[in-house]
């Protein structure tokens, strides 16, 4: 199922084609390499770990963040093998994968990292809701700076991750139903 930009996808990439500067490039080459998905997910591990070590806790809820990640990832793999959407032209100093464009892996990871925050530090929700967005909306902006993908490549990804992220708190409220049952 190849599917194509529609005239909106074309009219913002041109846009950000002809506005960029120097500058810009390189600060989304920067921030790009350094919210690659699997150092972040590295990092969420680490910091998942450590999460596990203070609260001296291992119960299966604790995993969960880890679990959307995963998932998260496997669902904007599956996506891109099911449309086949092609990348838009490039054209840039920076290397991008031939592979398909739709979601983008990149905003799904970071929104979908935020989401493991909002269930970890529920305590300051309000902050780390406004830390989420701020990162995901550099990352989309990064995306379509670098010309690696089209505007509703970033609207896929974050519904995507919205339907994730609810999935998992139901599931995350069904194991602390059982829990407390037991």
Same mark, same amino acid.
């Given at each position: 199922?190849?599917? @194509?930009? !529609? %005239?909106?996808?074309?009219?913002?990439?041109?846009?950000?084609? $002809? #506005?960029?500067?120097?500058?810009? *490039?390189?600060?989304?080459?920067?921030?790009?390499?350094?919210?690659?998905?699997?150092?972040?997910?590295?990092?969420?591990?680490?910091?998942?770990?450590?999460?596990?070590?203070?609260?001296?806790?291992?119960?299966?809820?604790?995993?969960?963040?880890?679990?959307?990640?995963?998932?998260?990832?496997?669902?904007?793999?599956?996506?891109?093998?099911?449309?086949?959407?092609?990348?838009?032209?490039? @054209?840039? !100093? %920076?290397?991008?994968?031939?592979?398909?464009?739709?979601?983008? $892996? #990149?905003?799904?990871?970071?929104? *979908?990292?935020?989401?493991?925050?909002?269930?970890?530090?529920?305590?300051?929700?309000?902050?780390?809701?406004?830390?989420?967005?701020?990162?995901?909306?550099?990352?989309?902006?990064?995306?379509?700076?670098?010309?690696?993908?089209?505007?509703?490549?970033?609207?896929?990804?974050?519904?995507?991750?919205?339907?994730?992220?609810?999935?998992?708190?139901?599931?995350?409220?069904?194991?602390?139903?059982?829990?407390?049952?037991?």
């Amino acid at each position: 199922m190849k599917g @194509g930009p !529609a %005239t909106f996808d074309s009219t913002v990439a041109d846009w950000f084609k $002809s #506005h960029r500067t120097p500058g810009e *490039i390189q600060w989304a080459q920067v921030f790009s390499a350094i919210t690659t998905p699997a150092l972040v997910f590295v990092v969420v591990c680490v910091a998942l770990l450590f999460w596990q070590y203070w609260t001296d806790s291992w119960l299966s809820i604790d995993f969960i963040p880890l679990g959307l990640m995963v998932s998260s990832a496997g669902v904007a793999t599956l996506a891109k093998l099911f449309f086949d959407r092609s990348r838009p032209g490039v @054209g840039l !100093a %920076t290397q991008i994968d031939l592979d398909p464009s739709y979601p983008s $892996s #990149h905003v799904a990871f970071i929104a *979908i990292t935020g989401g493991c925050l909002l269930l970890l530090y529920s305590g300051r929700r309000a902050l780390t809701l406004l830390f989420v967005m701020l990162v995901t909306v550099l990352m989309a902006v990064d995306r379509l700076l670098l010309g690696a993908h089209w505007f509703t490549d970033l609207l896929g990804s974050i519904f995507m991750v919205i339907g994730l992220f609810y999935l998992s708190k139901f599931v995350e409220e069904s194991l602390e139903e059982r829990e407390r049952m037991m």
